[in-house]
């Protein structure tokens, strides 16, 4: 029987978001406390003889090399042959259940999924470390997947450090049922506020110093870029005004959007207030964990 690696890809939140400028490759300079949480994507590895193959089982998503994880396996691949190793190929499946586009990471959670289940599959052995550095060529998110659960995000979002993990139990996740454009929303946030390449005065040096604390974050999460995206879709400021009636606390939305999220303690209570948005219509809610521990 031919080896399999199963693999969960969990989504994320964006706790805090600060843009703090234009880079000279075009790149936006962030600030980000990334928190892992309890909504998956499922991949599954077996070997094959030296091609890389992916079905997807929803059939929503392309699966050529237009797809994140086509890509990381075969930047993994190319990497390892040039430096002697012999890897084969790989049938990969994957079941989606993370939303596209959403704002939630999941493009780059599969991608580090990917770089994981292959790395075990092909016994390479790599350390995360050097997994990650491959991660960053293929998306700004990728690293963090290596890493979390929670953690501070710099730079283009690929520089990593590992933060502790507090603050309630359980998050309920809204997504109105349509995608938002990350690029478009970094233009519109940078149009508004005038960004150029330089950047604003103060520096990145000075925010990390006088960042707010996880405690602080959890209770009064920010984005910088919430307030574009509302006022291009203002149903998110009434999805918003629902969460916060249902008793749910840091309501934000997360990354570049669409999707919201609000903090409740127990499970019964985002139990609750998630099915108040199950109505059958475009809008889909889920209940998922504040993670503890990387699930990979």
Do not use: C
């Not at 590895?45 to 396996?73: K, M, W, Y």
């Not at 995000?153 to 454009?181: D, H, K």
């Not at 209940?287 to 990979?296: D, E, G, N, Q, W």
Request: no cysteine.
């Amino acid at each position: 029987m031919k080896k399999t690696v199963l693999i969960k890809a969990p989504a994320k939140v964006n706790l805090y978001l600060k843009v703090l400028g234009r880079r000279e490759d075009g790149y936006h300079q962030i600030l980000s406390l990334m928190q892992m949480v309890g909504l998956y994507d499922f991949l599954a590895f077996r070997e094959d003889r030296s091609e890389i193959h992916l079905t997807v089982e929803d059939g929503l998503l392309p699966a050529d090399r237009s797809n994140l994880i086509i890509r990381a396996a075969e930047a993994l691949q190319g990497a390892a042959s040039s430096m002697g190793e012999r890897p084969k190929g790989a049938s990969i499946r994957l079941t989606k259940q993370i939303p596209i586009a959403a704002g939630l990471g999941g493009g780059s959670s599969d991608a580090a999924a990917t770089l994981i289940g292959l790395n075990r599959l092909w016994g390479l052995r790599w350390p995360r470390e050097r997994l990650a550095q491959l991660g960053a060529t293929l998306g700004s998110d990728v690293p963090f997947f290596l890493y979390g659960p929670t953690a501070w995000a710099s730079g283009r979002g690929e520089q990593i450090e590992p933060a502790g993990s507090t603050g309630p139990g359980w998050m309920v996740l809204v997504n109105p049922g349509f995608t938002v454009s990350t690029a478009w929303v970094y233009q519109e946030f940078s149009r508004k506020l005038g960004l150029t390449k330089r950047g604003r005065e103060i520096t990145i040096n000075k925010f990390i110093a006088h960042r707010p604390s996880l405690r602080e974050i959890f209770h009064r999460p920010h984005n910088d870029l919430e307030e574009v995206t509302l006022e291009a879709f203002p149903q998110l400021t009434q999805i918003k005004k629902e969460l916060s009636r249902l008793g749910g606390k840091g309501i934000l939305m997360s990354g570049s959007g669409p999707t919201l999220f609000a903090l409740f303690k127990e499970y019964a209570s985002a139990k609750q207030a998630a099915a108040a948005f199950d109505q059958g219509g475009s809008v889909r809610s889920w209940v998922a964990r504040v993670l503890k521990r990387s699930p990979v």
